[in-house]
């Protein structure tokens, strides 16, 4: 069984840094797709970024150069460090994996950022 336990969201000022964490069981992330998505009040979910299990990484128009994903194989962790925040980036923020084409998702967390 799989399971995702995020940790680290929270309320930070505009220009403000937060590192999510997401800490997995059941799965090996370093052979699995892993990503952070996120969704906003009224609005469908959308990812944030993704690592692949080469290590290849993808991200938002909107985040990129603000926003790094990376992952601790020897934790079996996932981190998102978010930079330079923006009231735009409020969200509840979701942990996801995808292994053998099926989805696992976090709790979600809230991030607030405020103007």
């Known amino acids: 069984q799989v399971q995702l336990t995020e940790s680290g969201g929270g309320l930070v000022q505009t220009g403000g840094s937060l590192r999510l964490s997401c800490a997995a069981s059941g799965i090996i992330i370093s052979i699995s797709r892993m990503g952070w998505y996120r969704q906003a009040p009224g609005l469908q979910r959308e990812l944030v970024a993704h690592?692949?299990?080469?290590?290849?990484?993808n991200y938002a128009d909107s985040v990129k150069g603000r926003f790094t994903i990376s992952r601790d194989n020897a934790k079996n962790t996932m981190y998102l460090q978010m930079n330079s925040l923006k009231p735009e980036d409020t969200a509840v923020y979701y942990c996801?994996?995808?292994?053998?084409?099926?989805?696992?998702w976090g709790q979600g967390l809230q991030v607030t950022v405020s103007a």
């Open positions: 690592i692949t299990s080469g290590g290849s990484t």
């Open positions: 996801n994996a995808r292994v053998f084409g099926v989805d696992s």
